[in-house]
C-alpha cells in the first residue's frame, strides 16, 4: 500500500469492468479509495480502512485490522436480508440506503455485479436505471 485507503488493484480489476458498464457512470478518487458515480450520486465506493486512521468505518464493520470494504446503496426492503447473512455484509449509519461489505479473498465477484448494478439503479435517474441489463460478467 502506498497510501492511506489505498485498494489493492487485484479489487479494483474486478470493479472497474462493473461500474464502467453502466450508463454515464464514471470514477473518480473520494477523499478515500475509489469511488464510482451516475451524475453527481455514488453508487459505489472502494477503500481500505485501517482503524487507526478511519474509526468510523473500522467501527461500523466491526474491524480490528486493516481491511478493504465496498459502500454501495440498496432498496430498504433488501438491508435487513444481507443484515440477517452477517459477514461481509455490515449496515453503516450515514444513511438508510447504505449498505457495506468486506472485500476478501472469498468476495462472490458475481453477487458483487449484482449488488452494484442494484445500487446503481437506486442512485440513477428513472432513465438511465431503465437501460441497465444484467450485470457484466466476473473476470478472472
Given at each position: 500500500?502506498?497510501?492511506?485507503?489505498?485498494?489493492?488493484?487485484e479489487?479494483?480489476?474486478?470493479?472497474?469492468?462493473?461500474?464502467?458498464?453502466?450508463?454515464?457512470?464514471?470514477?473518480?478518487?473520494?477523499?478515500?479509495?475509489?469511488?464510482?458515480?451516475?451524475?453527481?450520486r455514488?453508487?459505489?465506493?472502494?477503500?481500505?480502512?485501517?482503524?487507526?486512521?478511519?474509526?468510523?468505518?473500522?467501527?461500523?464493520?466491526?474491524l480490528?485490522?486493516?481491511?478493504c470494504?465496498?459502500?454501495?446503496?440498496?432498496?430498504?426492503?433488501?438491508?435487513?436480508?444481507?443484515?440477517g447473512?452477517?459477514?461481509?455484509?455490515?449496515k453503516?449509519?450515514?444513511?438508510?440506503?447504505?449498505?457495506?461489505?468486506?472485500?476478501?479473498?472469498?468476495?462472490?465477484?458475481?453477487?458483487?455485479?449484482?449488488?452494484?448494478?442494484?445500487?446503481?439503479?437506486?442512485?440513477?435517474?428513472?432513465?438511465?436505471?431503465?437501460?441497465?441489463?444484467?450485470?457484466?460478467?466476473?473476470?478472472?
Amino acid at each position: 500500500m502506498t497510501a492511506p485507503g489505498d485498494v489493492p488493484p487485484e479489487v479494483l480489476d474486478r470493479l472497474r469492468p462493473i461500474c464502467r458498464g453502466l450508463p454515464e457512470s464514471y470514477e473518480e478518487p473520494a477523499w478515500v479509495g475509489i469511488r464510482w458515480r451516475i451524475r453527481k450520486r455514488t453508487f459505489a465506493h472502494v477503500l481500505t480502512v485501517d482503524p487507526d486512521r478511519q474509526p468510523v468505518h473500522a467501527r461500523a464493520a466491526a474491524l480490528d485490522q486493516p481491511a478493504c470494504l465496498l459502500i454501495f446503496r440498496s432498496p430498504l426492503d433488501e438491508i435487513a436480508g444481507f443484515l440477517g447473512m452477517g459477514h461481509p455484509f455490515y449496515k453503516p449509519d450515514w444513511a438508510p440506503n447504505v449498505l457495506g461489505m468486506v472485500v476478501d479473498g472469498d468476495t462472490d465477484w458475481e453477487e458483487v455485479g449484482e449488488l452494484l448494478t442494484e445500487s446503481y439503479r437506486v442512485m440513477a435517474p428513472k432513465r438511465l436505471a431503465a437501460r441497465v441489463g444484467p450485470p457484466a460478467p466476473p473476470t478472472g
